[in-house]
């Protein structure tokens, strides 16, 4: 009689998963390409300054996406770091512009990352997708760079 009670429910608990999924689409994988238009998009960093596609059009700019939990994240932070500041030393109009955009993650969590991982990159702390799901649907530490309003080149170090 156990036996028969134990398949009983595991039988109810595989229906009910199976019919809950029914009408559920899975979203697929998808980000932006070389080529396509840059989102137009503007995020304030956290000492309040304003970065957006327009950065576009008298820079490179070069958006990456994180959160401070993901393990690829912290691995790329650093390495943009280095690249950020080597990008500083140049003369200011060939410097390209860089935004750290978060996916998920308020200002106190960024910022206290920020501040004990020495991290002087722009930031900008978004709570939502909102931003991240105009460039990719999955996926990060995710970085794309553009010119012009078109994304030049984007990167899934994960991959």
């Known amino acids: 009689m156990r036996k028969q009670k134990i398949l009983h429910t595991l039988l109810i608990a595989l229906t009910f998963c199976l019919t809950c999924c029914i009408g559920e689409k899975e979203e697929p994988e998808w980000y932006l390409?070389?080529?396509?238009?840059?989102?137009?998009?503007?995020?304030?960093?956290?000492?309040?300054?304003?970065?957006?596609?327009?950065d576009s059009y008298s820079a490179e700019l070069i958006i990456i996406f994180f959160n401070t939990t993901c393990s690829d994240c912290r691995k790329e932070l650093p390495l943009l770091q280095r690249q950020y500041e080597e990008n500083q030393k140049l003369p200011k109009a060939e410097r390209s512009v860089y935004i750290c955009i978060s996916r998920e993650?308020?200002?106190?969590?960024?910022?206290?990352?920020?501040?004990?991982?020495?991290?002087?990159?722009?930031?900008?702390?978004?709570?939502?997708?909102?931003?991240?799901?105009?460039?990719?649907?999955?996926?990060?530490?995710?970085?794309?760079?553009?010119?012009?309003?078109?994304?030049t080149d984007s990167l899934y170090p994960a991959e």
Request: charged letters at 25%; aromatic letters at 12%.
């Open 33 to 54: 390409y070389p080529g396509d238009a840059l989102p137009q998009f503007e995020v304030t960093t956290v000492d309040g300054k304003k970065i957006g596609s327009a």
């Open 105 to 151: 993650e308020g200002a106190a969590d960024v910022e206290k990352y920020w501040t004990e991982n020495h991290l002087t990159l722009p930031v900008s702390a978004q709570t939502d997708r909102r931003i991240y799901s105009m460039f990719a649907s999955i996926g990060i530490p995710r970085i794309f760079y553009a010119k012009d309003g078109l994304i």
